[in-house]
């Protein structure tokens, strides 16, 4: 599901923390699109936990009609196949921004954010945010 983050018209600076809890192997890339084709990586996480700490990701002049795209992959092929269902259905997922007109602005993972593969040990979670003035 697309979210909306407003980041005002002053020029504030604009962070991202993201926190993934899963008993996986995660790892996350945030991705700022300027447009549907052109972007650069802002961040990336370890290989093993798919946090990314507090960052700040630009001001709002830079950022105001952009979109986020955050993407977390969750490996559980270190866990009893027989959990991985389960597990797709309970990991945690929260983005917070902070520094806009919002002020905090927290954001989960739904449902339709997460693509599981055919065997179920692979989750990919896309979270789209725009943001706007």
Not at 6 to 25: C, F, R, W, Y
Not at 35 to 45: A, D, G, P
Not at 82 to 111: K, M, R, V
Request: aromatic share 8%; hydrophobic share 35%; with cysteine.
């Amino acid at each position: 599901m697309k979210e909306t983050y407003h980041v005002g018209q002053d020029v504030n600076e604009i962070s991202l923390e993201v926190i993934i809890g899963t008993p996986g192997l995660a790892h996350t890339i945030v991705f700022l699109f300027s447009n549907s084709t052109t972007y650069e990586i802002i961040k990336e996480s370890d290989a093993d936990s798919g946090n990314i700490e507090k960052t700040l990701i630009g001001t709002t002049d830079e950022l105001a009609g952009n979109f986020l795209q955050i993407r977390s992959t969750v490996d559980f092929g270190t866990i009893d196949p027989e959990q991985w269902p389960q597990l797709a259905d309970t990991i945690y997922c929260e983005y917070q921004l902070t520094g806009g007109s919002n002020g905090e602005g927290i954001f989960h993972c739904a449902t339709d954010d997460k693509a599981i593969s055919d065997d179920g040990r692979v989750v990919v979670i896309d979270k789209f945010i725009d943001l706007i003035q």
